[in-house]
């Protein structure tokens, strides 16, 4: 069956640090990738996406994302974390021939210390 | 004016009510869906329209429906509302690049 796993269901940061949230995902066949973020009491704002071409894209408030076919990995990085990134982070995937049907991750919470 | 908009944002109601969900959109897209999200479990998918006339189960369908009163307006119902509903429903819309959120309806049945 197709899945997603983000593996880590909860991270904590100090500021100013360095980030990885990780996302596996089991499909047939290479999917579009998407992050997504949701503040608190908020939907979700799309952070960034890949389809094809270039491996590393790079997203809004920094964040970047690096597509590793051979480890169906899709991972979300930000070299400095601020505050205001505390959030939930969802990893979501979908088929190219029906882009809207996306399948989300569990989910990261990510805590920022000062 | 938000691009999604959900109607209402809060909603408590008894276990055996109806209550109906609805969602706006200003995008002017033909695609619209409806997900439910649970700590733990990420958003799933309960129905979505591809346009007016197509209406698809998602991954979680059972005890839910759906109607596409126009582009812009795609309604969930709850026929018999039961405890394990209570979730946060998400309505989005999208044209082929990118899914548009709204707000969220926090829905509670006691």
């Known amino acids: 069956a197709q899945s997603v796993t983000q593996p880590d269901i909860h991270i904590t940061v100090s500021e100013g640090a360095s980030l990885e949230l990780r996302c596996n995902y089991s499909?047939?066949?290479?999917?579009?990738l998407f992050w997504y973020v949701q503040s608190p009491g908020q939907g979700l704002q799309l952070l960034l996406k890949?389809?094809?071409?270039?491996?590393l894209v790079q997203g809004i408030k920094g964040f970047e994302a690096e597509f590793k076919r051979s480890q169906s990995s899709f991972n979300l990085r930000k070299p400095s974390v601020h505050w205001s990134d505390a959030a939930e982070y969802f990893c979501?995937?979908?088929?190219?021939?029906?882009?809207?049907?996306?399948?989300f991750g569990q989910g990261t919470i990510l805590t920022v210390h000062p | 004016d938000a691009d999604v908009t959900q109607t209402p944002r809060n909603r408590i109601t008894k276990t055996g009510k109806r209550i109906m969900l609805e969602c706006s959109q200003t995008?002017?897209?033909?695609?619209m869906y409806w997900y439910r999200q649970d700590p733990g479990l990420g958003l799933r998918l309960i129905y979505y329209?591809?346009?007016?006339?197509?209406?698809n189960k998602g991954e979680i369908s059972d005890g839910y429906s759906v109607s596409r009163q126009a582009q812009a307006k795609f309604s969930l119902s709850l026929e018999s509302a039961i405890p394990n509903q209570t979730a946060l429903y998400f309505c989005?819309?999208?044209?082929?690049?990118?899914?548009?959120f709204g707000p969220g309806t926090r829905l509670t049945v006691t």
């Open positions: 329209s591809f346009d007016v006339k197509d209406i």
């Open positions: 995008k002017g897209h033909d695609r």
């Open positions: 499909y047939g066949a290479t999917p579009y």
């Open positions: 890949y389809f094809s071409g270039d491996t």
């Open positions: 979501a995937v979908a088929l190219g021939t029906s882009y809207g049907k996306l399948t």
């Open positions: 989005a819309t999208s044209d082929y690049d990118e899914q548009y």
